[in-house]
């Protein structure tokens, strides 16, 4: 499911206008991106809890090349599935 089904799944669902939904799902989006980038934590109860890790710096390879690389150190988003989520997939 992309972006435009999960908004028109909502509209159908909950009978709400398209532009609303398009409004509150772009609000969501920018709300969990705010939160990731300072280095919170957005934890929704029974569902998920988004996160960052922070991967340190290391050496790598180009494959092609074979030369010797220093990969910087970055932040990966995680997410981890709640307990119902998790009951609810495999149950």
Do not use: S, W, Y
Not at 2 to 17: P, S, Y
Not at 22 to 28: G, I, P
Not at 68 to 75: A, N, V, W, Y
Request: proline share 2%; net charge positive.
């Amino acid at each position: 499911m992309n972006r435009t089904e999960l908004e028109a799944a909502i509209c159908e669902r909950e009978k709400i206008n398209k532009d609303v939904v398009a409004d509150v799902v772009q609000a969501f989006i920018d709300i969990v991106a705010d939160e990731l980038c300072a280095g919170n934590d957005v934890k929704l109860t029974n569902f998920a809890t988004v996160g960052v890790k922070r991967c340190a710096a290391r050496k790598g390879k180009n494959p092609k090349t074979g030369e010797h690389i220093d990969i910087p150190e970055r932040l990966k988003m995680t997410i981890k599935a709640g307990k119902r989520l998790e009951a609810r997939l495999n149950g």
